[in-house]
Protein backbone atom coordinates (compact mmCIF):
# COMPACT_ATOMS: atom_id res chain seq x y z
CA UNK A 1 0.00 0.00 0.00
CA UNK A 2 1.12 3.57 -0.70
CA UNK A 3 0.50 6.11 1.92
CA UNK A 4 -2.37 8.35 0.66
CA UNK A 5 -0.68 11.23 2.06
CA UNK A 6 1.48 11.43 -1.21
CA UNK A 7 -1.24 11.41 -3.38
CA UNK A 8 -2.85 14.11 -1.00
CA UNK A 9 0.14 16.39 -0.84
CA UNK A 10 0.40 16.23 -5.47
CA UNK A 11 -2.98 16.58 -5.15
CA UNK A 12 -2.87 19.84 -3.38
CA UNK A 13 -0.47 21.08 -5.68
CA UNK A 14 -2.55 20.34 -8.65
CA UNK A 15 -5.17 22.05 -7.14
CA UNK A 16 -3.72 25.07 -6.45
CA UNK A 17 -5.02 26.57 -9.10
CA UNK A 18 -3.89 30.78 -10.45
CA UNK A 19 -0.91 32.32 -8.85
CA UNK A 20 -0.87 36.28 -8.08
CA UNK A 21 1.13 39.28 -6.60
CA UNK A 22 4.82 39.49 -7.49
CA UNK A 23 8.31 38.24 -6.52
CA UNK A 24 10.61 40.62 -4.37
CA UNK A 25 12.09 42.94 -6.10
CA UNK A 26 13.86 45.15 -3.97
CA UNK A 27 16.51 42.33 -3.61
CA UNK A 28 17.68 42.53 -6.94
CA UNK A 29 18.57 38.82 -6.70
CA UNK A 30 15.77 37.64 -6.01
CA UNK A 31 13.91 39.46 -8.73
CA UNK A 32 15.86 36.91 -10.55
CA UNK A 33 13.33 33.95 -9.28
CA UNK A 34 11.93 31.24 -11.42
CA UNK A 35 8.25 32.82 -10.18
CA UNK A 36 6.26 29.17 -11.27
CA UNK A 37 8.14 27.31 -9.09
CA UNK A 38 6.06 25.38 -6.14
CA UNK A 39 6.91 22.68 -3.31
CA UNK A 40 5.43 21.76 -0.20
CA UNK A 41 6.66 19.45 2.79
CA UNK A 42 5.61 17.89 5.78
CA UNK A 43 7.40 16.65 8.42
CA UNK A 44 6.32 14.48 10.87
CA UNK A 45 8.06 14.59 14.56
CA UNK A 46 9.59 10.73 14.04
CA UNK A 47 11.54 11.86 10.80
CA UNK A 48 9.42 11.21 7.44
CA UNK A 49 9.18 13.97 5.26
CA UNK A 50 6.38 14.03 2.47
CA UNK A 51 7.24 15.90 -0.22
CA UNK A 52 6.04 16.99 -3.79
CA UNK A 53 7.29 19.43 -6.39
CA UNK A 54 10.14 21.24 -6.30
CA UNK A 55 11.48 20.23 -3.27
CA UNK A 56 14.91 20.10 -3.70
CA UNK A 57 14.96 23.70 -5.38
CA UNK A 58 17.37 26.27 -2.74
CA UNK A 59 16.14 29.62 -2.47
CA UNK A 60 16.94 31.80 0.59
CA UNK A 61 15.11 31.66 3.75
CA UNK A 62 15.01 35.37 4.41
CA UNK A 63 12.71 36.37 7.47
CA UNK A 64 12.23 32.60 8.10
CA UNK A 65 15.93 32.96 9.91
CA UNK A 66 13.88 35.52 12.04
CA UNK A 67 12.92 33.08 14.59
CA UNK A 68 15.53 31.11 14.35
CA UNK A 69 18.06 33.52 15.34
CA UNK A 70 15.44 34.95 17.95
CA UNK A 71 15.91 31.67 20.03
CA UNK A 72 19.43 31.44 19.55
CA UNK A 73 19.56 34.84 21.11
CA UNK A 74 17.52 33.69 24.29
CA UNK A 75 19.73 30.88 24.44
CA UNK A 76 22.64 32.84 24.89
CA UNK A 77 21.46 35.87 27.07
CA UNK A 78 18.63 34.46 28.55
CA UNK A 79 15.14 35.52 27.75
CA UNK A 80 14.78 38.45 30.45
CA UNK A 81 17.96 40.30 29.01
CA UNK A 82 16.29 39.27 25.27
CA UNK A 83 13.08 40.88 25.74
CA UNK A 84 14.75 44.18 27.72
CA UNK A 85 15.92 44.37 23.94
CA UNK A 86 13.14 43.50 22.15
CA UNK A 87 9.20 43.33 22.76
CA UNK A 88 7.15 40.56 22.06
CA UNK A 89 4.24 42.77 20.73
CA UNK A 90 2.34 42.38 17.25
CA UNK A 91 3.13 45.91 15.25
CA UNK A 92 0.30 45.44 12.73
CA UNK A 93 3.45 46.76 10.32
CA UNK A 94 4.71 45.77 7.29
CA UNK A 95 7.88 43.97 8.07
CA UNK A 96 10.49 46.65 7.56
CA UNK A 97 8.64 49.18 9.54
CA UNK A 98 10.75 51.66 11.33
CA UNK A 99 8.39 50.75 14.61
CA UNK A 100 10.08 50.95 17.84
CA UNK A 101 8.22 51.43 21.09
CA UNK A 102 7.86 55.13 22.05
CA UNK A 103 8.18 54.64 25.63
CA UNK A 104 11.22 52.14 25.24
CA UNK A 105 12.31 52.32 22.28
CA UNK A 106 12.05 48.59 22.10
CA UNK A 107 11.80 46.88 18.83
CA UNK A 108 7.87 45.77 18.38
CA UNK A 109 9.04 42.08 18.37
CA UNK A 110 12.05 40.36 16.83
CA UNK A 111 9.61 39.45 13.69
CA UNK A 112 9.70 42.62 12.29
CA UNK A 113 13.45 43.48 10.86
CA UNK A 114 14.12 46.36 13.76
CA UNK A 115 13.74 43.06 16.04
CA UNK A 116 15.42 40.68 14.13
CA UNK A 117 18.70 43.12 13.65
CA UNK A 118 18.37 43.93 17.55
CA UNK A 119 18.27 39.91 17.92
CA UNK A 120 21.38 39.30 15.37
CA UNK A 121 23.61 41.67 17.81
CA UNK A 122 22.40 39.37 20.98
CA UNK A 123 23.73 36.10 18.98
CA UNK A 124 27.35 35.13 21.16
CA UNK A 125 29.88 35.56 19.26
CA UNK A 126 33.72 36.74 18.98
CA UNK A 127 33.15 38.78 16.27
CA UNK A 128 30.64 39.38 13.51
CA UNK A 129 32.01 36.05 11.55
CA UNK A 130 31.73 33.86 14.50
CA UNK A 131 28.30 34.95 15.57
CA UNK A 132 26.96 34.34 11.76
CA UNK A 133 29.00 30.93 12.22
CA UNK A 134 26.89 30.20 15.26
CA UNK A 135 23.54 30.85 13.48
CA UNK A 136 24.25 28.78 10.64
CA UNK A 137 25.48 25.96 12.64
CA UNK A 138 22.12 26.34 14.59
CA UNK A 139 19.98 26.43 11.63
CA UNK A 140 22.12 23.75 10.19
CA UNK A 141 21.32 21.62 13.57
CA UNK A 142 17.37 22.07 12.70
CA UNK A 143 17.68 21.65 9.29
CA UNK A 144 19.78 17.91 9.71
CA UNK A 145 22.36 18.61 7.22
CA UNK A 146 24.95 21.56 6.63
CA UNK A 147 23.70 24.50 4.87
CA UNK A 148 25.55 27.36 3.53
CA UNK A 149 24.78 31.27 2.28
CA UNK A 150 23.94 31.93 -1.51
CA UNK A 151 26.56 34.57 -1.69
CA UNK A 152 25.32 36.00 -4.96
CA UNK A 153 22.16 36.95 -2.90
CA UNK A 154 23.71 38.12 0.33
CA UNK A 155 26.02 40.20 -2.17
CA UNK A 156 23.31 41.93 -3.90
CA UNK A 157 21.07 42.48 -0.73
CA UNK A 158 23.62 43.81 0.73
CA UNK A 159 24.12 46.29 -1.97
CA UNK A 160 20.71 47.58 -1.04
CA UNK A 161 20.71 47.60 2.55
CA UNK A 162 20.35 51.40 2.97
CA UNK A 163 16.95 50.45 4.95
CA UNK A 164 18.10 48.28 7.35
CA UNK A 165 21.30 49.67 7.96
CA UNK A 166 19.14 52.94 8.89
CA UNK A 167 17.30 50.62 11.42
CA UNK A 168 19.98 49.38 12.78
CA UNK A 169 21.87 53.04 13.07
CA UNK A 170 18.09 53.90 15.03
CA UNK A 171 18.55 51.05 17.22
CA UNK A 172 21.75 51.94 18.46
CA UNK A 173 20.96 55.61 19.39
CA UNK A 174 18.02 54.04 21.67
CA UNK A 175 20.79 51.66 23.53
CA UNK A 176 19.20 48.31 21.65
CA UNK A 177 21.42 47.32 19.62
CA UNK A 178 24.78 45.71 20.55
CA UNK A 179 27.85 45.91 17.95
CA UNK A 180 28.27 48.30 15.36
CA UNK A 181 25.11 48.79 13.09
CA UNK A 182 27.39 48.06 9.89
CA UNK A 183 28.91 44.61 11.12
CA UNK A 184 25.42 43.53 12.20
CA UNK A 185 23.65 44.28 9.26
CA UNK A 186 26.30 42.44 7.19
CA UNK A 187 25.53 39.46 9.74
CA UNK A 188 21.75 40.15 9.49
CA UNK A 189 22.39 40.11 5.82
CA UNK A 190 24.55 36.58 5.68
CA UNK A 191 21.43 34.92 8.49
CA UNK A 192 18.78 36.08 5.56
CA UNK A 193 21.00 34.62 2.57
CA UNK A 194 21.01 31.13 4.09
CA UNK A 195 19.83 28.47 1.43
CA UNK A 196 16.95 26.00 2.01
CA UNK A 197 15.12 23.75 0.07
CA UNK A 198 11.32 23.19 1.86
CA UNK A 199 12.31 19.84 2.56
CA UNK A 200 14.89 21.56 5.14
CA UNK A 201 12.25 24.05 6.71
CA UNK A 202 9.60 21.85 7.17
CA UNK A 203 12.31 19.47 8.85
CA UNK A 204 13.17 22.67 10.73
CA UNK A 205 9.50 23.24 12.04
CA UNK A 206 9.27 19.65 12.66
CA UNK A 207 12.31 20.32 15.47
CA UNK A 208 10.06 23.47 16.85
CA UNK A 209 6.55 21.38 16.55
CA UNK A 210 8.78 18.63 19.05
CA UNK A 211 9.95 20.96 21.52
CA UNK A 212 12.83 21.52 20.39
CA UNK A 213 14.13 18.08 19.90
CA UNK A 214 14.88 16.38 16.76
CA UNK A 215 13.59 12.93 14.86
CA UNK A 216 16.73 11.55 16.22
CA UNK A 217 16.70 12.54 19.83
CA UNK A 218 18.96 15.23 20.04
CA UNK A 219 17.80 19.11 21.89
CA UNK A 220 18.54 21.78 19.98
CA UNK A 221 16.32 24.50 21.54
CA UNK A 222 15.50 24.00 25.52
CA UNK A 223 11.53 23.38 25.93
CA UNK A 224 10.76 27.44 27.35
CA UNK A 225 13.16 29.14 24.34
CA UNK A 226 11.45 26.45 21.81
CA UNK A 227 7.81 27.89 23.27
CA UNK A 228 8.96 31.47 23.40
CA UNK A 229 9.53 31.33 19.80
CA UNK A 230 6.30 29.14 18.84
CA UNK A 231 4.14 31.95 20.97
CA UNK A 232 5.77 35.00 19.24
CA UNK A 233 5.71 33.57 15.70
CA UNK A 234 2.01 32.81 16.42
CA UNK A 235 1.29 36.36 16.84
CA UNK A 236 4.15 38.27 15.14
CA UNK A 237 5.14 35.75 12.56
CA UNK A 238 2.81 36.70 9.62
CA UNK A 239 3.95 40.90 9.06
CA UNK A 240 0.89 43.17 9.04
CA UNK A 241 -1.39 39.85 8.37
CA UNK A 242 -0.49 38.08 11.81
CA UNK A 243 -4.55 38.03 12.81
CA UNK A 244 -5.82 36.90 9.58
CA UNK A 245 -3.30 34.35 9.63
CA UNK A 246 -4.10 33.12 13.00
CA UNK A 247 -7.40 33.09 12.83
CA UNK A 248 -7.96 31.45 9.38
CA UNK A 249 -5.23 29.26 9.23
CA UNK A 250 -4.01 28.98 13.07
CA UNK A 251 -0.62 27.81 13.52
CA UNK A 252 2.26 29.69 14.40
CA UNK A 253 4.22 30.17 11.04
CA UNK A 254 6.58 32.82 9.53
CA UNK A 255 7.25 33.89 5.73
CA UNK A 256 9.98 35.10 3.99
CA UNK A 257 10.33 37.36 0.97
CA UNK A 258 11.88 34.36 -0.98
CA UNK A 259 8.54 32.85 -1.15
CA UNK A 260 8.73 30.16 1.75
CA UNK A 261 6.56 29.65 4.61
CA UNK A 262 7.24 27.58 7.46
CA UNK A 263 4.21 26.52 10.04
CA UNK A 264 4.19 24.41 13.34
CA UNK A 265 1.48 22.48 14.46
CA UNK A 266 3.02 21.55 18.13
CA UNK A 267 3.05 18.46 19.24
CA UNK A 268 1.91 17.30 15.42
CA UNK A 269 3.77 18.17 12.46
CA UNK A 270 5.80 20.74 10.44
CA UNK A 271 5.44 21.75 7.46
CA UNK A 272 6.87 24.35 4.30
CA UNK A 273 5.87 25.54 1.34
CA UNK A 274 7.74 27.63 -1.36
CA UNK A 275 6.34 29.45 -4.13
CA UNK A 276 7.99 33.03 -5.18
CA UNK A 277 5.22 35.39 -6.29
CA UNK A 278 4.10 37.50 -3.13
CA UNK A 279 0.68 38.90 -1.86
CA UNK A 280 0.68 42.40 -0.56
CA UNK A 281 1.94 41.62 2.94
CA UNK A 282 4.96 39.89 1.47
CA UNK A 283 3.98 36.36 2.22
CA UNK A 284 3.68 33.99 -0.74
CA UNK A 285 0.51 33.90 -2.20
CA UNK A 286 0.13 30.59 -3.32
CA UNK A 287 2.01 29.09 0.15
CA UNK A 288 -1.03 31.20 2.04
CA UNK A 289 -3.47 29.14 0.30
CA UNK A 290 -1.98 26.26 0.98
CA UNK A 291 -1.75 26.63 3.92
CA UNK A 292 -5.53 27.10 4.54
CA UNK A 293 -6.24 24.53 2.39
CA UNK A 294 -3.89 22.16 4.33
CA UNK A 295 -5.39 23.50 7.99
CA UNK A 296 -8.57 22.52 6.83
CA UNK A 297 -8.22 19.43 4.88
CA UNK A 298 -5.93 18.14 8.20
CA UNK A 299 -7.55 19.68 10.93
CA UNK A 300 -4.63 21.71 12.02
CA UNK A 301 -5.94 24.97 13.70
CA UNK A 302 -4.55 25.61 17.03
CA UNK A 303 -7.80 26.82 17.95
CA UNK A 304 -9.69 23.52 17.20
CA UNK A 305 -11.11 23.15 20.41
CA UNK A 306 -12.45 19.54 21.35
CA UNK A 307 -13.01 17.90 24.84
CA UNK A 308 -10.22 15.35 24.28
CA UNK A 309 -8.81 13.35 27.43
CA UNK A 310 -6.99 11.11 25.70
CA UNK A 311 -6.37 8.47 28.48
CA UNK A 312 -8.70 5.98 29.49
CA UNK A 313 -8.37 4.69 33.67
CA UNK A 314 -9.94 2.02 34.63
CA UNK A 315 -9.91 0.32 38.03
CA UNK A 316 -10.56 -3.60 38.11
CA UNK A 317 -10.43 -6.14 41.37
CA UNK A 318 -7.49 -8.65 40.70
CA UNK A 319 -6.96 -11.14 43.59
CA UNK A 320 -7.93 -8.79 46.13
CA UNK A 321 -5.67 -6.25 44.10
CA UNK A 322 -7.27 -2.68 43.52
CA UNK A 323 -5.98 -2.44 39.64
CA UNK A 324 -6.00 0.98 37.93
CA UNK A 325 -5.17 0.41 34.06
CA UNK A 326 -3.66 3.47 32.76
CA UNK A 327 -3.94 3.99 28.61
CA UNK A 328 -2.80 7.30 26.54
CA UNK A 329 -0.29 10.00 26.86
CA UNK A 330 -1.04 12.18 30.27
CA UNK A 331 -0.92 15.42 30.42
CA UNK A 332 -2.25 17.45 33.66
CA UNK A 333 -5.91 16.90 32.11
CA UNK A 334 -5.44 13.03 31.76
CA UNK A 335 -3.58 12.90 35.44
CA UNK A 336 -6.73 15.04 37.24
CA UNK A 337 -8.86 12.12 35.85
CA UNK A 338 -6.66 9.67 36.77
CA UNK A 339 -6.58 11.15 40.23
CA UNK A 340 -10.15 10.88 40.65
CA UNK A 341 -9.58 7.34 40.05
CA UNK A 342 -7.47 7.08 42.98
CA UNK A 343 -9.72 9.01 44.85
CA UNK A 344 -12.31 6.21 44.94
CA UNK A 345 -9.85 4.15 46.24
CA UNK A 346 -10.75 2.95 50.17
CA UNK A 347 -8.45 3.83 52.72
CA UNK A 348 -6.96 0.64 53.80
CA UNK A 349 -3.87 -1.61 53.11
CA UNK A 350 -5.21 -2.92 50.26
CA UNK A 351 -2.54 -3.71 47.41
CA UNK A 352 -3.47 -1.03 44.55
CA UNK A 353 -1.59 -1.45 41.10
CA UNK A 354 -1.13 1.07 38.67
CA UNK A 355 -0.29 -0.16 35.50
CA UNK A 356 1.14 2.31 33.23
CA UNK A 357 2.42 -0.13 30.57
CA UNK A 358 -0.04 1.27 27.78
CA UNK A 359 1.20 4.95 28.44
CA UNK A 360 4.53 5.98 26.54
CA UNK A 361 4.89 9.58 27.70
CA UNK A 362 3.73 11.87 30.68
CA UNK A 363 4.94 15.48 30.45
CA UNK A 364 6.09 17.29 33.87
CA UNK A 365 3.19 18.23 35.34
CA UNK A 366 1.14 14.56 34.57
CA UNK A 367 4.38 13.40 36.29
CA UNK A 368 4.37 15.43 39.01
CA UNK A 369 0.33 15.11 39.87
CA UNK A 370 0.78 11.26 39.28
CA UNK A 371 3.71 10.88 41.59
CA UNK A 372 1.63 13.14 44.45
CA UNK A 373 -1.28 10.81 44.08
CA UNK A 374 0.96 7.83 44.65
CA UNK A 375 2.44 9.26 47.62
CA UNK A 376 -0.94 9.93 48.97
CA UNK A 377 -2.58 6.20 48.37
CA UNK A 378 0.90 5.41 50.17
CA UNK A 379 0.30 7.77 53.59
CA UNK A 380 -3.66 6.08 53.34
CA UNK A 381 -1.46 2.97 54.11
CA UNK A 382 -2.06 1.07 50.51
CA UNK A 383 1.01 -1.04 49.33
CA UNK A 384 1.79 0.64 45.57
CA UNK A 385 2.94 -1.92 42.99
CA UNK A 386 3.82 0.13 39.82
CA UNK A 387 4.36 -1.41 36.60
CA UNK A 388 5.66 1.10 34.63
CA UNK A 389 8.12 -1.03 31.95
CA UNK A 390 8.48 2.75 29.49
CA UNK A 391 9.84 4.93 32.53
CA UNK A 392 7.27 7.94 32.16
CA UNK A 393 7.26 8.44 36.22
CA UNK A 394 10.70 8.22 35.88
CA UNK A 395 14.27 7.09 34.28
CA UNK A 396 12.90 3.84 34.18
CA UNK A 397 15.43 1.03 31.86
CA UNK A 398 13.14 0.09 29.00
CA UNK A 399 12.48 -3.61 28.10
CA UNK A 400 12.99 -5.45 31.31
CA UNK A 401 10.12 -3.42 33.38
CA UNK A 402 12.64 -2.66 35.99
CA UNK A 403 12.25 0.79 37.73
CA UNK A 404 15.08 2.91 38.20
CA UNK A 405 13.81 4.99 41.09
CA UNK A 406 15.59 8.40 40.87
CA UNK A 407 12.48 10.02 40.89
CA UNK A 408 10.03 8.15 42.81
CA UNK A 409 12.91 8.21 45.46
CA UNK A 410 13.13 11.90 45.41
CA UNK A 411 9.68 12.35 46.59
CA UNK A 412 10.12 10.14 49.41
CA UNK A 413 8.62 7.04 47.68
CA UNK A 414 10.49 4.42 46.75
CA UNK A 415 7.52 1.88 45.09
CA UNK A 416 8.12 -1.72 43.80
CA UNK A 417 8.53 -2.17 40.16
CA UNK A 418 6.80 -5.21 38.74
CA UNK A 419 7.32 -6.04 35.00
CA UNK A 420 4.01 -6.75 34.52
CA UNK A 421 0.56 -6.78 36.31
CA UNK A 422 0.20 -10.31 36.52
CA UNK A 423 3.53 -10.47 38.85
CA UNK A 424 2.26 -7.18 40.56
CA UNK A 425 -0.99 -9.09 41.52
CA UNK A 426 1.31 -11.78 42.73
CA UNK A 427 3.26 -9.13 44.72
N1 LIG B 1 16.37 40.01 4.21
C1 LIG B 1 15.08 40.60 4.08
C2 LIG B 1 15.09 42.01 4.60
O1 LIG B 1 15.65 42.27 5.63
C3 LIG B 1 14.12 39.77 4.83
C4 LIG B 1 12.73 40.26 4.69
C5 LIG B 1 11.71 39.17 4.60
O2 LIG B 1 11.98 38.04 4.27
O3 LIG B 1 10.56 39.49 4.85
O4 LIG B 1 14.59 42.90 3.96
Known sequence: MQTPMIDYIHLLLESIGEDGGHVASYIPELAQANPDRLAVAIAT?????????DADVEFTIQSISKPLTYALAIADQGLESVLQHIDVEPSGDAFNEISLDPDTGRPRNPMINAG?????ALVSGEDADARVDRIVDLYSRLA????????DVFESELSE?????ALAYMLRTVGKLEGTPTDVVRGYTRQCSVSVTVRDLARM???LAAGGVTAEGERVLEPEVNRQVLSVMATCGMYNSAGDWLTSVGIPAKSGVAGGLMGIMPGQVGIAVFSPRLDAHGNSTRGVRMFERMN???????????ASVSTVSRRVEIDGCSVHEITGDLHFIEAERIMRGFEDEPVGDAPVVIDLSQVRRANDI???????????LHLDGHEIRLVDPWGVLGSAETGNGELVRGEQARGGYVPGAFANVASAVRG
Open 296 to 306: HDLGLHLMNAS
Open 161 to 165: ADRNM
Open 144 to 151: GRSLSIAE
Open 366 to 376: ARRVMLEGIRR
Open 116 to 120: AIAAH
Open 45 to 53: LDGKVYVAG
Open 205 to 207: ASV
